[in-house]
């Protein structure tokens, strides 16, 4: 979701560095993974569904439209951008405000 939500906040074209520390997100958009996995009507190469393909959907959809190199750095270690990330994340996560995930209400329960 930070992925979307900061790449939401790109009003126009623009070439940036995405520094994330989900190896996950960072090696589905560098690998390919997910650009494969949406060729391949969201098969992964295991030949099961990928996950959360709102998600991806949104992120390869906002990701066409800029130049951006990824970056994974270590989570919980030493860098002071990370850290403040994840304090604004658990105090969003707090909050009263959340958004609903409009996707996973629709997938049903599971």
Known sequence: MAVIKGLEG????????LYSDSQYIVKAM???WAKNWQKNNWLRSSKK???NIDLWQKVLSLAQKHQINWFWL??????????RC???????SNGDSLPEDEGF???GPF
């Open 10 to 17: 790109l009003k126009k074209p623009c070439r940036i560095n």
């Open 30 to 32: 560098t690998l390919g």
């Open 49 to 51: 569904p990928a996950k």
């Open 74 to 83: 270590k989570g919980h270690g030493d860098n002071p951008d990370n850290k």
């Open 86 to 92: 994840d304090r604004l994340a658990v105090l969003a």
């Open 105 to 107: 209400k629709q997938s």
